[in-house]
């Protein structure tokens, strides 16, 4: 049974109940017969327009007996093309669309109604449509025949979702792949969702309305953030069909989710632990991947393309956290021996890698994690592993993340990876010194160990810019190899295991699909200017510990060779609010805004 919190149900009923008639409407609804046989009135409406391209709202009105399925026709008269659509089934043949029911919406009663609608384009001019026909019957607001008697229901409007136009109007919708059959790349061709609640903290900061329609990943955290939950940190009271129902009115062509809950959820970084002990995978399947996937399962969704981030910081910990590593934590150990971060990777790609919209990519971990040669082949043999459990296969996996909710940089062009460079402090032995050639090489490791050789990547460039008066303008060429290393490179962190709450670090190329060989797109899956860890202890009920590594006091550890965090203070418990960081992210942008 599909779970529905009884305030969406709420949210839904209100949807409903709203009259949808926009700027360049035809009404021919009139009034209802208290019964009669078939009988339709259709109103058509643009209800947003675009350079060519618009939003249209159809209401179709049931005036006789009721249908337990429907079929409208229609023709456009300028040589209009429908591009993606809901609230039913579109298809176009020449001039004529065609739009059937979906499975939940085909009952409608005397006096119900239903509510599909669509993106289009045009050239020219824009006419509407002003004859239309259901199950063959020309809609004309009348029955076809009537033997009337008094009395008869009312009915209400057909469930649907809202159909208010784009906040912003779409850029070119996705032109290959009819909804539910997957597409190669999916963030090609289409506009990412823009997550409101987001949206509305990031214009609260002076200047953020400059980048405030990015899309960014919504962060599935804990349970209760399915639903939806007042009062937490990171989430707001949208749960997930909420968001799916937003990108739905937004005419979004893909939404992003971060899967985020395994039992020892990030069992080397406290500031990011979860709700779920280790032992705890019967929970994390039932109570978490299972609800999430059928609210993603919902036909109302398979015209989106849903992105699914999984569980992100856990596989590399089991090779670089464990035991026989100066790095190591009881808690890998333990998710090492237990098997449930594999388990239970493998459980959501089975269970999410399902749904024909779906895409689901790995998280990978970054240059500066994994970059070493005794780490870089043994993550991706892990990955593949987890790939194959709990009944997954590779074709699960449309590809996997780098650089997630991290600092470094996308590109170094002023440092070159020579066996002489690899022997200074800041690159210390690693065979990459950037997020790009380490994603691009990466990639084919992961070919050699079973994936497919279309395998994407993707590279989170929400916060390593890295832009602002300290960016170098060119290599140093003299002093020692540190000296001009340093002076040289773009990132600008003391040490590259500091990953929380970074000072100096400024937002990263803008979300955009293909922008290198093997790379499937720069997103920005850590929504700017959320909080990575506090920088004191604070008691929260969310499972979040306190981490060291986001104490800008502190000497650091191991994992970032016993040097200072970076980290920048007064910050809240991790995907909390920070404004101070928002706007710093902002001032060292890169490109700059």
């Excluded at 949210?11 to 339709?40: D, E, F, K, N, T």
């Excluded at 327009?49 to 249209?56: A, K, L, R, Y």
């Excluded at 007996?65 to 591009?83: E, I, M, R």
């Excluded at 039992?263 to 002990?277: I, Q, T």
């Amino acid at each position: 049974m599909r779970l529905v919190s009884s305030r969406t149900r709420k949210q839904r009923i209100a949807i409903g109940a709203v009259a949808v008639l926009g700027l360049g409407g035809l009404s021919v609804i009139q009034a209802l017969p208290a019964s009669a046989a078939a009988g339709c009135s259709v109103t058509y409406s643009v209800t947003g327009s675009w350079n060519n391209g618009f939003q249209g709202n159809i209401v179709i009105r049931n005036v006789g007996d009721a249908w337990s399925s429907w079929n409208l026709t229609f023709s456009f008269a300028n040589g209009q093309t429908v591009q993606q659509g809901w609230g039913g089934r579109f298809s176009q043949s020449g001039t004529q669309v065609t739009v059937a029911n979906e499975s939940w919406n085909g009952s409608v009663p005397n006096g119900g109604s239903v509510n599909p609608g669509f993106i289009g384009s045009h050239s020219g001019t824009n006419t509407n449509p002003t004859s239309f026909a259901v199950n063959g019957v020309a809609c004309t607001g009348a029955p076809v025949t009537s033997n009337p008697t008094t009395g008869g229901p009312t009915g209400n409007p057909t469930t649907r979702p809202p159909t208010t136009p784009p906040t912003t109007p779409p850029t070119s919708n996705p032109t290959t792949g009819p909804p539910g059959q997957r597409v190669d790349n999916p963030y090609a061709g289409g506009r990412g969702y823009v997550n409101p609640e987001w949206k509305a903290k990031a214009e609260g900061v002076s200047g953020g309305s400059r980048v405030s329609s990015n899309p960014t990943a919504v962060w599935i955290d804990r349970i209760a953030a399915i639903e939806g939950t007042d009062g937490s940190s990171s989430n707001g009271p949208m749960g997930v069909e909420d968001h799916l129902l937003e990108a739905i009115r937004q005419g979004a062509s893909y939404i992003q989710f971060v899967i985020y809950n395994l039992p020892g959820r990030d069992c080397a970084a406290l500031a990011s632990n979860g709700e779920l002990g280790p032992t705890e995978i019967d929970r994390y399947k039932t109570e978490y991947i299972d609800p999430i996937a059928a609210y993603q399962n919902d036909s109302r969704f398979r015209s989106l393309r849903i992105i699914n981030i999984i569980e992100i910081d856990s596989l590399p910990n089991l090779i670089t956290n464990v035991s026989g590593r100066a790095t190591e934590t009881a808690m890998c150990n333990t998710m090492k021996a237990n098997g449930n971060y594999v388990n239970g990777v493998g459980y959501a790609l089975a269970k999410l890698g399902a749904i024909p919209n779906t895409y689901q990519y790995i998280d990978a971990a970054h240059h500066g994690w994994i970059g070493w040669d005794d780490n870089f082949g043994p993550t991706a043999e892990l990955l593949a592993t987890a790939a194959r459990a709990q009944g997954s296969n590779i074709a699960n996996v449309t590809g996997f993340i780098t650089n997630t909710a991290n600092y470094s940089a996308l590109q170094e062009p002023y440092i070159t990876v020579t066996e002489q460079n690899r022997q200074s402090k800041w690159i210390d032995w690693n065979r990459y010194n950037d997020e790009l050639s380490f994603a691009q090489a990466f990639r084919t490791r992961l070919v050699q160990a079973g994936f497919p050789s279309n395998i994407g990547m993707l590279i989170d460039t929400s916060r390593n810019g890295w832009g602002g008066s300290a960016r170098p303008t060119g290599p140093v060429t003299t002093g020692t190899l540190d000296e001009q290393i340093n002076g040289s490179r773009i990132d600008r962190r003391i040490h590259k295991g500091n990953w929380c709450n970074q000072s100096g670090a400024g937002l990263g190329e803008r979300p955009r699909a293909n922008p290198a060989t093997g790379i499937d797109a720069y997103v920005w899956v850590k929504p700017p200017g959320e909080s990575d860890g506090s920088s004191t202890e604070i008691p929260n009920n969310e499972g979040k510990g306190f981490d060291r590594m986001c104490d800008p006091t502190y000497g650091g550890n191991a994992r970032n060779g016993n040097n200072a965090t970076g980290a920048l203070s007064g910050a809240p418990i991790s995907g909390a609010w920070f404004s101070a960081q928002f706007s710093q992210l902002m001032q060292n942008a890169y490109p700059a805004l």
